[in-house]
């Protein structure tokens, strides 16, 4: 075996890369030689593809270096293959903890003969530690991963559904913030209030003197341990859905009466503002969902005042590998006169809110959907976006007209129980387990007659 990679990630120096730093460093640890990437190499490279955005630009290098070879790694290369494979020579799926550097692994798929791979889970986080200790100092901010996976299991979440919740302990967090020379650091988790030791997490900030830049927690686990929120600065979260019947229907079992309680917790406690992800389009919505938005931000406008309410919107896309990702995306039934009621009809005394962003751009929706639903047919239209996203960018429309010219299917449209997924000859999943967890759901909360 050469025992020589390359890297590269197109997040450069960011947290968003950290699992491939984690990869690079139990390499080294196995005795392999890591490099930069040098495409006149014949050297394997192992490229981290985390984003949409992030597949684009892989085309676009492997059409510039065609006889470079790539190892894909990273959650876009683990979700969709079917989008990589043409391009990659092995492609990741799952975590590289503790990968030792074996191509044959049953989780890798070799792109010249196609068989299912199974998903591979660290047996525990390895290494939570952003880039080489002794680096680290280099960067503006520390990085420490706490926690990894969501113990929420909301149906459209893909962080939730493909990797289990695990927790790294005091005595490997700890290590780190001795020898990181930063100030600010991330405490990375999806949901910080969650971890079973957050409270001791929180002293050992306070005694190394570090200023926490985090901000993802989930609604559930602050109210279950709202004693800890004036141990954070900041909160960012999700509602997601407009109404208490879309939110039971994504598995966020939070009424208007709850979700008051929570902003004026927030505001007993001291914040002014707060970061809310919210989600339009989800299966089944309609106008009655967004009137009942309406009037519970009126009723939330009654009971705090001088809040700043910063909304974040995006475009339901149904993510692989989660029981919604059968469902219609964004666009099937929704009138953007209809949505934008949410904003128009509202008359806030008491607070701000803002919007950052209320609409998802339709080009960038379906860039996403694309990828999610790329097979054989529309391969080379995937590839021509890659290589003239420009043209593409100003006629949005002809995505949506070849795409259906190639395939005779909507691009938006929902998934039938029998119908094959582009990434379901790659993947060994219960598919059948995740479309009964979301008929079911459908069936449960849909509208009444």
Not at 155 to 164: A, H, N
Request: proline letters at 2%; charged letters at 30%; hydrophobic letters at 35%.
């Amino acid at each position: 075996m050469n025992k020589i990679y390359e890297y590269l990630s197109f997040s450069g120096n960011s947290v968003e890369c950290y699992g491939l730093d984690i990869v690079k460093n139990n390499l080294k640890e196995n005795g392999f030689s890591i490099l930069e990437f040098n495409p006149q190499s014949d050297n394997y490279c192992l490229l981290s593809l985390y984003w949409f955005d992030d597949v684009y630009k892989f085309i676009e290098l492997k059409t510039k270096y065609p006889n470079k070879r790539f190892i894909c790694g990273g959650l876009a290369s683990w979700t969709y293959p079917n989008s990589i494979y043409k391009y990659a020579d092995y492609i990741f799926i799952g975590e590289g903890d503790d990968w030792d550097g074996d191509l044959e692994k049953d989780y890798i798929i070799n792109c010249k003969e196609i068989k299912k791979a199974n998903q591979h889970i660290s047996s525990e986080i390895k290494n939570c530690i952003y880039s080489d200790m002794q680096t680290t100092e280099t960067f503006k901010r520390g990085f420490v991963e706490i926690s990894r996976g969501c113990k929420n299991k909301c149906l459209f979440c893909q962080y939730t559904w493909v990797k289990p919740y695990r927790e790294n302990s005091i005595d490997m967090i700890e290590p780190i913030l001795q020898l990181n020379k930063t100030k600010q650091m991330r405490f990375f988790s999806a949901d910080r209030f969650a971890h079973s030791e957050f409270d001791k997490i929180s002293n050992l900030i306070e005694k190394y003197k570090k200023k926490d830049t985090s901000s993802d927690a989930s609604i559930k686990q602050i109210l279950k341990n709202n004693h800890l929120l004036n141990k954070v600065s900041k909160v960012r979260f999700g509602i997601e859905g407009t109404s208490e019947r879309l939110r039971k229907l994504i598995n966020k079992n939070f009424s208007d009466d709850d979700l008051i309680q929570f902003f004026v917790l927030l505001f007993q406690n001291g914040f002014k503002t707060a970061d809310i992800y919210m989600i339009y389009g989800l299966p089944t919505e309609c106008k009655e969902d967004y009137y009942s938005w309406i009037k519970f931000l009126r009723k939330l406008d009654k009971e705090v005042k001088d809040f700043n309410f910063c909304f974040h919107w995006n475009a339901f896309t149904p993510s692989a590998l989660t029981p919604f990702q059968f469902a219609p995306a964004a666009d099937c039934g929704i009138k953007q006169n209809e949505f934008e009621i949410i904003v128009r009809d509202i008359q806030n005394k008491n607070n701000k809110f803002y919007y950052k962003p209320l609409k998802t751009n339709e080009f960038t929706l379906l860039k996403r959907l694309l990828i999610i639903k790329n097979n054989d047919k529309t391969d080379n239209l995937l590839k021509a976006l890659a290589l003239n996203e420009k043209k593409f960018k100003k006629n949005a429309y002809l995505l949506k007209k070849i795409y259906k010219d190639l395939t005779n299917k909507n691009i938006y449209s929902e998934v039938r129980e029998d119908e094959e997924m582009p990434f379901d000859r790659f993947l060994n999943y219960d598919k059948k387990k995740l479309y009964n967890i979301y008929i079911n759901a459908i069936n449960k909360y849909k509208l009444a007659s």
